[in-house]
C-alpha cells in the first residue's frame, strides 16, 4: 500500500534532518499560497531545505499577480518554468486538482477549499503510526468541528483505510455531514456522539479540533459548547497511559495549557512529523 | 555585440537548469521589488538558485522600511552591504539607475516605472531567436497597448537594431508615441495600423499585450477596442505555420484559451526563456 | 568577556563573505518578525545564507497565523521544528525572553518591545571598536530621542561595560529615563546635554538617532527640535580627524546627505558590520 510506503520512509527522515543531506540539490520547489497558512508553508519550506534544495513563491495572495486578474492555470503554466514542484494552497475546492491538470511538473496539494489537505492527513496518520506503534485496532476519537473543519475530512477517509474504530464528537450543529458518516460507516466501526466525557476512557488517540466562534449565530450557545470540549489535565486522569492527544494546530483554547507538559501530548511533536512526512513526500516525488 | 553574446549564453543554460549547478555558490542576490511583479521576482530568484546562489528580499513595498520614510539611496546602500547583486522593482521612472548610482554593487533594473523593463527585452529577444533561430528578416507585430505597456517599448527598440520590419497594431487611443515611432522607424522598416486581421498572413512573430479597462473612460469603447484584438484559433487558420504568439504575461482575456493547446504559442515557453536569460545575465554579472 | 570573544570573531567573518563558507550547510534559521523590520530581517538572512544555511519565516504578522489567534508560545513550539535556530521581532517587550522559554531551539532577540535590541548594540560596540581600533578611552555622544528609541537602551548599557566617557544629547522632552541615567552612570563616566555644537569636537563617536513626529504635539516644537539636532557637512569642521558618525538607520533627515560622503560618515559601514555580527552570532550558537 503506497501510503504505507510512504509512512515508513518519512520515519526515516529524521537521520536527514540530523546530518543535512543534498538529495534534491539544484532543486527548485514553488509554494503557491492563494491563502496564508504560516504552519504549512514553513513545513514544506523546511522540508524542501533540509533535503538540499531551493525555494520560491509566495505566501498570500496580494503578493500574486492575482490582483491583476490573471487566472490560475497561467499561473501555474508559468511558475512551473521556475520549479521542479509546486505546492498549492488555495481557498477554493479543487483548485489544486485543477493546477494539476495544467502543471507539466507535479503540484502538492497543501490545502484546497474546506475538504481537501491531504499531507495533514498523511502527517496524522505517521504521528499515530510513530507514537502507538501501529494504526489498525485503535480507537480513535475526532473532536469538535467536524462539519468546516478542513483536516478531518481528510483524515477520517485516511483512518477509514485501516481496522480502526471512529467516535465522532461534536455539537449537534457541527456534527460530520451525512454523507461523509455513511461512507465511511461503511468501512469501519464508527459512532457518533455529543459528550466527550464518557468516551475518555477508551480512546487511544484523541483528536482535537478548533471550534470557531464564527459558526455560531448566538454567544451563549458557542460559549456552552466550547467549553463542553475544552481539554484539561484533570480529564487525563482519565485516559488511557498509552493515550495521544493530537491538534492540527493553531489551538484557540481547546486544549487548556495544563495539558501542554503531559505525557500524552503530542501536538507539537505532530508538526515534526509534518516535516518529516513533507520531507519524505518531496523526496519521492523528486528524488 | 553584447546582447547577442548574452543571448548565446542564455541559450546554454538549460543544462545548468537539468543538471543543476553551484557556479554562484555563497553569492547573495537582493530583491527589491517596490510594487510587487510575482512572475518576474521568481523568475530571477529562480535563476539564482538553480545558479547554486541564495536570495534575500522583499515582494511589496508596504513590508520594507520605505515604511519608515527611507528614501531608496539609503535603502541601496544598505542592502547591498548584504548582497552581491541587487534586482530591482519600482513604480517610478529611473529608480533603478538612481539605485545604480548609489550602489557599489551590480543593480539589475526589474522593472522602474513605464516605460523600462529591459530584461523582459531581453527574454522576448531569445524567445524570438530561439523558436524562429534568427531575428533579422523577420517581421514582427505588436499588438495591443502601445502607448502604455511597459513591455513593448523596451522590446522595439531592442528589436531596431536587428534587421527586422515592425508592425505596430493599436486602437487609436493607445498608440505608440510619436516620438518613438519616430525613432524607431529611423532605424527599421515599420507600419502603423488599427486593424490586426488584414496583416494575420504575412506576420512571423505575434506579440500580444493587455488592454488595460482602465485606460478608457467609455466601457463601449472598450469593448469595441478590446474585442477586436482578442486572438483565437479561429484567426490562426490564416497565418504562417511557423508564426509564434507572444505575450508577456498576465494576459486578460486578448489571447482565448483556445490558442493555447495550438503550436504557435509560445507565451508560456517565453517564461521558461525567461528564466534562462536571468540566468546568463546573472552569471555574466557575478560568475 | 563574552562579547569581546563575539567581537573578536565578527572581525574574521569578513573572509566567509568573500570566499563562501559551507559551515553552516544544512542548518535552517527560522525568521519570525511579528513586526516588518526589513534591514535587521535581510541581516540575519544574508548572514545565515553566506554562512551556507537555509532560511524560512515570515516578515510580517499579517502572514502570521497568528491571525487565528494563536499564542506566541505555541508559534514557537511549532516552528521549532522546522528551524534550529529562532531569529524573533516583535513588538512587545519580553517577547523574545517568553519564546526562548518555550523553544527547545536557541532564539535570538532581533528587537523585542521598545527596550531591547541586542544585535544592534553588539554590532555598534563591533562598528566602534574596528573603525576606532578600541572601545575603552573614547567619548561617546549618542544623540536624538533617547526616550524611546529603541536601539539607545541596549547601546548605552552595553558601552557602560567599557572605560568609556558617555554624553547623552536630547531635547527635554526625549530625554533618557532617569533610572537608566542613574544606572550607567553609576559606573562610567556621563554627562547630559539638550545642545549638540558645544560637544562635536571633543567627540570620538557621534552616534545620532531619528527623531520621530509623531513624539511631539505641537509641530512648532517638533520642528525647532530636529532642526538644532540636524548634522552637516559644516558641522564635521569641528570634530576630530578620528570621529566617526553612526547611525542605526533608517534616518529621516537627522544627517544631511552632505555629510555621506565624509570620511566620518560610517552608517553604511555599520550595516556591514551588522552581517558579520550575526554571522559570528550564529556561527556560535549553531557552529
Redesign the interface.
Known sequence: MEIDELLRRAAEMGVCVD???DLL????M?TLFFE????TR??F??AM??L?G???????P????V????NLA?TV???E???DVLVIRHPLEGAARLAADFASVPVINAGSGAEEHPTQAMLDLLTIHQEQGRIDGLTIAVVGDLRYGRTVHSLAYALSLYKVKLLFVAPELLRMRREVVDDISARVALEESADLAPLLSEIDVLYMT?IQKERFADMAEYEKVAGAYRLTARDLEKVKESMIVMHP????DEIDHSVDRSEHAKY??Q??Y??LLRMALLLSILG
Chains 1, 2, 3 share one sequence.
Do not use: C, H
Open positions: 546530518r543535512g543531506t540539490r539544484g532543486k527548485v514553488g496564508p497558512s504560516t504552519r514553513l513545513s519550506e523546511s531545505i533540509r538540499g531551493g525555494v520560491i513563491g509566495f505566501a498570500e496580494k503578493v500574486a499577480s490582483e491583476k486578474g490573471e497561467d503554466r508559468t511558475v518554468n521556475y520549479a478548533r494546530l493553531p489551538r484557540v507539537f511533536k508538526m515534526r509534518g516535516l
